[in-house]
């Protein structure tokens, strides 16, 4: 699938997620939903170059001698990068799915009141 493709599919995929975040919510986490989308189409260009290269170069004679591929070390950061973007994200919608205090909450409440 084309890099472009797999963009729009996550941006697509992402928004619908979000459709029912508060408007000022969806302005705050525009940006990273699309690079969430930029990094999964990223990765998916890597990830076939990887495929046919393998992430690390041996040498042909000594196995021991390796090199790791910078398309190999690209991919590990990105897809840290889209973890941590993709965890930020799941919190706005953790946190705006909140429905007010749960039993948890109230007993929390009462204890600190009664002290």
Known sequence: M????VYRQELSKLREIFKEVE?????LVEGLIEDAAFLK?????????I???????MH????DLQ????????????INSYAV??????????KDGFEGDDEFDKFMQQS???S
């Open 112 to 114: 600190r009141d009664d």
């Open 41 to 49: 189409a990223e990765n998916s260009v890597l990830k076939e170059s």
């Open 2 to 5: 084309e890099k472009s493709e």
């Open 23 to 27: 408007p000022a919510k969806m302005k």
């Open 85 to 94: 973007v993709i965890k930020t994200l799941n919190g706005v919608l953790s």
């Open 51 to 57: 495929e046919r290269t393998g992430m690390v170069k």
């Open 60 to 63: 042909p004679t000594n196995p």
């Open 67 to 78: 090199k790791p591929l910078e398309a190999g070390k690209q991919y590990l950061k990105n």
